[in-house]
């Protein structure tokens, strides 16, 4: 029945995760790789999107927030190195760890700022100075309902 809700998560077909959870499929088993229906749900390489639905059904019955795949990588930060906005809110809301770093020591943040996704850069600096960290001073907070914006330049432009 695992096998069933993992499918199930990548698809994005909340009515059939649903039903499996409530049969009692176990929404933390883990497939090769620690793939897990969460992980899965995060964001679906094939149909290049996650499933922000799907996500909240699956922690709200319990799923690992902080279960990592290879190389350290958290829901959090695959659903952000997508640009997978509405799946980050439910994360961070749900209470993922926005300082946990990768075995590269990297965290959601800074892996999404190599990226153009503006709205999930806004939401993982906010977290992160929420959870306390600043960028260079400690004073430094942004005015609630501000966005910010990190300006980057493509390689090898002037």
């Not at 499918?7 to 090769?32: P, T």
């Not at 990588?73 to 509405?86: H, S």
């Not at 892996?111 to 430094?140: I, R, T």
């Amino acid at each position: 029945m695992s096998d069933e809700l993992m499918q199930a998560a990548q698809a994005g077909n909340l009515a059939e995760v649903q039903r499996l959870i409530a049969a009692g499929a176990d929404v933390n088993a883990v497939a090769e790789g620690g793939w897990t229906a969460l992980m899965k749900a995060c964001y679906n390489a094939e149909l290049k999107h996650g499933f922000a639905d799907v996500v909240k059904a699956l922690v709200d019955a319990g799923a690992n927030i902080e279960a990592p795949i290879g190389y350290g990588v958290r829901p959090l930060m695959l659903a952000a190195g997508y640009g997978e906005t509405a799946v980050v809110e439910v994360l961070l809301q749900a209470g993922a760890d926005v300082l946990a770093k990768n075995d590269g020591g990297f965290t959601a943040l800074m892996m999404v700022k190599q990226k153009h996704y503006v709205d999930v850069v806004n939401l993982l600096h906010e977290a992160e100075q929420l959870a306390g960290l600043g960028e260079g001073s400690c004073a430094s907070k942004n005015a609630p309902g501000s966005n910010v914006i990190t300006f980057m330049k493509r390689p090898g432009a002037k």
